[in-house]
């Protein structure tokens, strides 16, 4: 499939979920409510309702409370400079990633033939790390050009979203 069209597919999904006017107006304490098991819920008794409630109190709650998620106040106009955004830099990526990719099957491959050349071995791992210094170097560029992009209030859910990063994708 195309990897284009997969993130574009992707970070859909991922916003469609997150977006709570997608919500069904139906849906209470997690509970569907269809038109067979309308007044469902009330009918549980108590211990049903507390297996419920212990069923999802070792969740962690993720997010903040400062203000809404950045995503979620975007204007038009935002919505679609950020989509042009992610595309520059999938397209950006796809290529570094598939040179990555190849050249860690080489460093495997020269790394299993008998008597090895170290030197090739090392060079390979430099080649390597180069890819993945521009893949984060433009990673980190687009942070910083998203971040541009949005108003002050949005940049404070931007700003808490990075800080909680455990790195470059």
């Given at each position: 499939?195309?990897?284009?069209?997969?993130?574009?597919?992707?970070?859909?999904?991922?916003?469609?979920?997150?977006?709570?006017?997608?919500?069904?107006?139906?849906?209470?304490?997690?509970?569907?409510?269809?038109?067979?098991?309308?007044?469902?819920?009330?009918?549980?008794?108590?211990?049903?309702?507390?297996?419920?409630?212990?069923?999802?109190?070792?969740?962690?709650?993720?997010?903040?409370?400062l203000s809404p998620h950045w995503?979620?106040?975007?204007?038009?106009?935002?919505?679609?400079?950020v989509d042009k955004m992610h595309?520059k830099l999938d397209t950006q990526?796809?290529?570094?990633?598939?040179?990555?990719?190849?050249?860690?099957?080489?460093?495997?491959?020269?790394?299993?033939?008998?008597?090895?050349?170290?030197?090739?071995?090392?060079?390979?791992?430099?080649?390597?790390?180069?890819?993945?210094?521009?893949?984060?170097?433009?990673?980190?560029?687009?942070?910083?050009?998203?971040?541009?992009?949005?108003?002050?209030?949005?940049?404070?859910?931007?700003?808490?979203?990075?800080?909680?990063?455990?790195?470059?994708?």
């Amino acid at each position: 499939m195309n990897h284009k069209l997969l993130s574009s597919l992707l970070f859909t999904s991922l916003f469609a979920i997150a977006n709570p006017i997608f919500a069904g107006e139906n849906h209470k304490d997690g509970h569907h409510a269809t038109a067979a098991s309308k007044g469902h819920h009330d009918k549980l008794d108590e211990t049903d309702h507390n297996k419920a409630k212990h069923k999802n109190a070792h969740k962690k709650k993720k997010g903040h409370s400062l203000s809404p998620h950045w995503a979620k106040t975007l204007s038009d106009e935002q919505r679609v400079a950020v989509d042009k955004m992610h595309l520059k830099l999938d397209t950006q990526h796809s290529v570094l990633k598939a040179q990555a990719a190849l050249l860690q099957k080489e460093l495997n491959v020269i790394t299993t033939k008998g008597g090895s050349d170290q030197a090739a071995i090392h060079a390979k791992i430099d080649d390597l790390m180069a890819v993945k210094a521009k893949i984060m170097k433009h990673r980190y560029d687009h942070l910083s050009e998203m971040r541009n992009a949005l108003t002050e209030q949005q940049r404070i859910s931007y700003d808490m979203a990075i800080l909680k990063r455990k790195g470059a994708k």
